[in-house]
């Protein structure tokens, strides 16, 4: 019997270690007006952000429903495996919740559940680190108690280009977006207790990598033995001046990249790009 690990499409995992480790995402839904698509499954991040620049309304999401999260568990558990699912925080998303709810109704002991507090980049982080545990043979027990560990330290930085998506989430007002982009502001955010929360903001786009380069300095962070997982929402240019920046500055060997979907995108919009590590 060996160990599965679960997560859902908010997580915006790497594809190759998706297929390494084998996986199981679970996707939550975009909705497009009357029309609604599985996010990496029906609707490619490439195909969302196309849709986005067309549509005249922000998009919505629907998180994955107890009934989704029962097939899956009781497919693997069929299958003679031990699951351990990690999935988007509880304070963004009633996903991790309902995967309690399936759980309970399969009355399996056979399945645990974390809440990582995180969403996309660091969500992924936090299963990639689950992945390899379970392939070194960890034991669930092992895995969870790292989990629970690191993702209290596990630092995250995200720049979101625009504000227009922030504004029409709700995040902002329509005057806060207004005067954000006349002044050309780049919100830097990060994670805390589960939800995103302002670090920073930053007065154009090239100031945003110089503002990541000190904000590193200033707290000594050494990242020369680090994994860095970073991400980009469309902007495939801006991760390469990111991943560049960490490789001259800091000296970093381990960098994981991949894409936001669906479900992060349509409240990051396009131009995001983000980054996150465990410093210990």
């Keep these: 019997m060996g160990i599965r690990i679960v997560t859902d499409s908010a997580s915006d995992l790497n594809i190759d270690i998706e297929k390494k480790y084998n996986i199981e995402i679970v996707p939550l839904t975009v909705n497009f007006d009357s029309q609604s698509y599985k996010d990496r499954v029906e609707i490619t991040s490439e195909e969302f952000f196309n849709k986005l620049d067309e549509s005249k309304v922000i998009p919505s999401t629907?998180?994955?429903?107890?009934?989704?999260?029962?097939?899956?568990?009781?497919?693997?558990?069929?299958?003679?495996?031990?699951?351990?699912?990690?999935?988007l925080s509880s304070h963004l998303s009633g996903t991790y919740n309902a995967a309690l709810i399936a759980k309970d109704m399969l009355k399996s002991n056979q399945i645990t559940i974390i809440d990582s507090q995180m969403v996309s980049l660091s969500e992924g982080l936090l299963v990639y680190k689950a992945a390899v545990m379970a392939s070194q043979g960890k034991s669930v027990n092992d895995i969870?108690?790292?989990?629970?560990?690191?993702?209290?330290?596990?630092?995250?930085?995200?720049?979101?280009?625009?504000l227009d998506?922030?504004?029409?989430?709700?995040?902002?007002?329509a005057s806060q977006a207004f005067i954000g982009g006349?002044?050309?502001?780049k919100p830097i955010l990060t994670m805390s207790q589960g939800k995103l929360v302002p670090?920073?903001?930053?007065?154009?786009?090239?100031?945003t990598l110089q503002w990541i380069n000190n904000w590193l300095k200033e707290n000594n962070v050494d990242l020369?033995?680090?994994?860095i997982y970073i991400v980009h929402a469309r902007d495939e240019k801006y991760l390469e001046e990111l991943e560049t920046m960490l490789i001259e500055e800091f000296g970093v060997k381990d960098i994981i990249k991949s894409e936001v979907g669906a479900i992060v995108g349509t409240?990051?919009?396009?131009?995001?790009?983000g980054m996150?590590?465990?410093?210990?």
């Excluded at 568990?73 to 699951?83: L, Q, T």
């Excluded at 020369?224 to 994994?227: A, G, P, Q, S």
């Excluded at 409240?267 to 790009?273: C, E, L, Q, V």
């Design 182 to 185: 006349i002044l050309n502001l």
């Design 62 to 87: 629907s998180q994955v429903n107890p009934k989704e999260f029962e097939d899956v568990f009781k497919s693997i558990i069929d299958e003679g495996d031990e699951i351990l699912g990690i999935f």
């Design 267 to 273: 409240h990051s919009g396009p131009g995001a790009i």
């Design 165 to 173: 998506y922030l504004r029409k989430g709700g995040r902002l007002t």
């Design 144 to 162: 969870v108690e790292y989990i629970n560990q690191v993702k209290e330290s596990l630092k995250t930085i995200i720049v979101v280009d625009t």
């Design 276 to 280: 996150c590590f465990i410093p210990h």
């Design 199 to 207: 670090l920073n903001k930053v007065r154009g786009r090239k100031k």
């Design 224 to 227: 020369t033995d680090k994994t």
